[in-house]
């Protein structure tokens, strides 16, 4: 047995897929949080039949910069990104979700901190991830090759 959860991000989408499939099969589009979670993405693609949207974010070290994403109102939204450490980004992503009026948002990721789910909960109807350690860590600790 390996110490790492997943291989790598393309891994962690396969996984993703084997557990929640169904369930984000329940969404109207898929939004992908780049640059992170592009080889997730490419594993949906070859087996979801969702529309996909980009979401392009820029982090720094004291900032992460989410762009509004349009026509997104009414819908029911599944977000992809490769991982939670300690949610900032997540809860940015989810509060502009909300700006745009969707009916709901799911956050669906490989890596969840129990601790963290309470606080993504203000802004995500549901959270679905394969591993949920207790508390925050690195996404490198889950990750064979990063």
Same mark, same amino acid.
């Given at each position: #047995?390996?110490?790492? +959860?997943?291989?790598? $991000?393309?891994?962690?989408?396969?996984? #993703?897929?084997?557990?929640?499939?169904?369930? @984000?099969?329940?969404? +109207?589009? @898929?939004?992908?949080?780049?640059?992170?979670?592009?080889? @997730?993405?490419?594993?949906?693609?070859?087996?979801?039949?969702?529309? #996909? /949207? +980009?979401? &392009?974010?820029? $982090?720094?070290?004291?900032?992460?910069? !989410?762009? $509004?994403?349009?026509?997104?109102?009414?819908?029911?939204?599944?977000?992809?990104?490769?991982?939670?450490?300690?949610?900032?980004?997540?809860?940015? !992503?989810?509060?502009?979700? $909300?700006?745009?009026?969707? &009916?709901?948002?799911?956050?669906?990721?490989?890596?969840?901190?129990?601790?963290?789910?309470?606080?993504?909960?203000?802004?995500?109807?549901?959270?679905?991830?394969?591993?949920?350690?207790?508390?925050?860590?690195?996404?490198? /600790?889950?990750?064979?090759? &990063?």
């Amino acid at each position: #047995m390996t110490k790492f +959860d997943f291989i790598d $991000r393309a891994d962690a989408g396969q996984k #993703m897929l084997e557990t929640f499939k169904a369930q @984000i099969l329940e969404h +109207d589009v @898929i939004v992908v949080v780049l640059p992170a979670a592009v080889e @997730i993405a490419l594993s949906f693609a070859t087996e979801m039949t969702l529309p #996909m /949207r +980009d979401l &392009n974010i820029i $982090r720094t070290s004291a900032t992460v910069s !989410i762009p $509004r994403l349009e026509g997104l109102a009414g819908l029911n939204v599944a977000v992809i990104d490769d991982g939670v450490e300690s949610g900032s980004t997540a809860m940015a !992503i989810g509060a502009m979700l $909300r700006g745009a009026s969707v &009916n709901s948002a799911t956050l669906v990721v490989p890596v969840c901190p129990k601790s963290v789910v309470p606080h993504l909960l203000a802004v995500y109807d549901t959270i679905h991830a394969v591993v949920s350690p207790p508390t925050p860590s690195s996404l490198t /600790r889950h990750y064979e090759v &990063n």
